[in-house]
């Protein structure tokens, strides 16, 4: 079974400034998908940013990118200029791309990191 | 606003009762999925609907069941409701399964006394 670990429960940034947050997974499969989501006080779930496992190339959404390390089995949110509306808890998830007949295509998330942006 | 629909919003119910919370997924999504988000469980995949029929199984308990109608809103049933049950319950809608993203409703916040 698949394990996403976020190990950072608590993070705070200054305003403007860049936070980065961490999370490493543990799978034996060597195609998957990898997710941020993040979760502002409101509790609704919204997609920040994805990585396929086969593309090396490091996602970006505006200010949010990723480090993804595949041999280290990281996967990193970088914020920058970070804004008042980035303060919520983000959580990393991990995906299969296997055959989805037999594992379904279930989000493993992690336990989250919740950010505070200080003015 | 994802396009997911969930009702209701909050609930509010007495151990040993059922209730039926329902979703409905963005026009076009085939593939339904229930999460379960409490404090000392975190986020936990439940179970997945694609085009009315189950994909897949997570730690659902065997009170809670759930089902996709033809027109492809589900509902999830949970009975003998105990105080653990509380939690926020999302739906998350996809058009397919593997290569596509979920995009989440708002959330059903159970509460039960």
């Known amino acids: 079974a698949q394990t996403v670990t976020q190990s950072q429960p608590e993070m705070s940034v200054q305003e403007a400034e860049t936070v980065t947050l961490s999370c490493t997974y543990d799978?034996?499969?060597?195609?998957?998908?990898l997710f941020w989501y993040k979760q502002p006080p409101s509790r609704q779930m919204i997609l920040v940013i994805r990585q396929e496992a086969y593309k090396q190339q490091n996602a970006t959404e505006n200010r949010f990118s990723v480090n993804f390390q595949k041999a280290a089995k990281s996967f990193s949110l970088k914020i920058s200029d970070s804004q008042l509306g980035d303060a919520a808890m983000y959580f990393c998830a991990y995906r299969s791309a296997g055959r989805w007949e037999t594992s379904g295509s279930r989000l493993t998330f992690g336990e989250g990191t919740q950010l505070t942006v200080n003015p | 606003d994802s396009g997911v629909t969930q009702t209701p919003k909050h609930l509010i119910t007495a151990t040993g009762q059922r209730v039926t919370l329902r979703c409905s997924p963005r026009s076009g999504d085939l593939s339904v999925y229930w999460y379960q988000q409490s404090l000392d469980q975190g986020l936990q995949f439940l179970i997945q609907y694609y085009n009315g029929e189950e994909r897949a199984k997570g730690n659902i308990l065997e009170r809670f069941s759930a089902q996709q109608f033809p027109d492809l809103h589900s509902e999830l049933n949970l009975s003998s409701l105990e105080l653990g049950d509380s939690a926020l319950y999302f739906c998350a809608s996809s058009l397919g399964t593997v290569s596509y993203e979920q995009y989440f409703g708002p959330g059903t916040r159970l509460t039960v006394t």
């Open positions: 799978t034996s499969e060597s195609d998957y998908y």
